[in-house]
């Protein structure tokens, strides 16, 4: 989360009147945390209740784009899995417009980031993704995800020229061998999935998960790819390599329900290395192109794609 977009008050308190007549609106106050949208603690009287929405504006995304993941979210939601399901217009069911972006308003969930997890944060969190992981395959929403094969082709071609030499080498033949890796992947189960499943899209009240948020990358892919971003971000130890404590904790709260499958197992490892290097590959993005990202009024909209770089280092092939 981040502020990109600057808001009026007024219009945030029409933007509410659309859902509740007599809305209130008690404050506003910018979120600093993330890389890709503006977002706002909007604190509100909604119903004759004081309650604290977040809103979001979307820098990037499509009115149907938004309304799309709206409706992920929501669907996830009556699954009975801890995310916040997006309010709507009544009258349009749409994503309301403000300052001219799209924009959503989410109840806030309970919670804090799990920023040192431990490996009792990782079992629960792989748990968790195991019992989505049983329903996502009958999810209603086979949209591809954005950052595939072409994306990177593409995103490669933008940076040819912009990266030390090593590291443009790197690249190119880690996106080779993920292009040799197809076929085994597509023999692995694929459902909808979270997609960004990072320490800060997910809540905890104690060891227990209060809340996953952010769904702006799901999309439809193998499974245990959300599984192996979660490895790589809530695992990772000195030296970027896996700290294999909380390694072993997510794997055995994940195949404590649900089992990986031969083919599964055997791409295991080549999912590691996509999880890293679709991140490597948007994070070199956001630093080396132009993109509105370079001028957030609030928070660091940029993360250190050497990270990733050194994670896929790091891993083996």
Known sequence: MAVFTPVAEADVLELLQAFDPQARLLGLEGIGDGIENTNYFAHVQLQGQPQTLVLTLFETLQSEQVEEFAQIM????????????????????????LSGK??????????????????????????????????????????????????MRQQQHRLRGLLPVESEQRLAQAIDHYEACLPLLSACVQGLVHGDLFRDNVLFEGQAISGLIDFYHSGWEVLLFDLAVVANDWCQGPNYRLDPLRLEALLE?????????????????????????????????????????????????????????????QLPQ
Request: charged letters at 15%; hydrophobic letters at 40%; glycine letters at 4%.
């Open 74 to 97: 929501r669907w996830w939601s009556a699954q009975g899995f801890p995310v916040p399901a997006p309010l709507f217009d009544p009258a349009s069911h749409l994503p309301q417009q």
């Open 102 to 151: 799209p924009a959503l308003l989410l109840p806030r969930l309970p919670g804090r980031h799990a920023l040192t997890p431990s490996p009792a944060h990782c079992q629960q969190l792989g748990a968790l993704l195991a019992r989505m992981h049983l329903v996502a395959p009958q999810a209603p929403f086979p949209r591809p995800v954005e950052r595939s094969l072409p994306w």
């Open 253 to 313: 709260g994940y195949r404590g329900i649900r089992a990986f499958s031969p083919s599964e197992a055997k791409a295991w490892p080549q999912l590691l290395r996509l999880a890293a290097l679709r991140f490597w590959l948007a994070r070199l993005t956001s630093r080396y192109l132009p993109s509105y990202q370079q001028r957030s009024t609030q928070g660091d909209a940029t993360k250190a794609p050497e990270e990733m770089e050194q994670l896929l280092i």
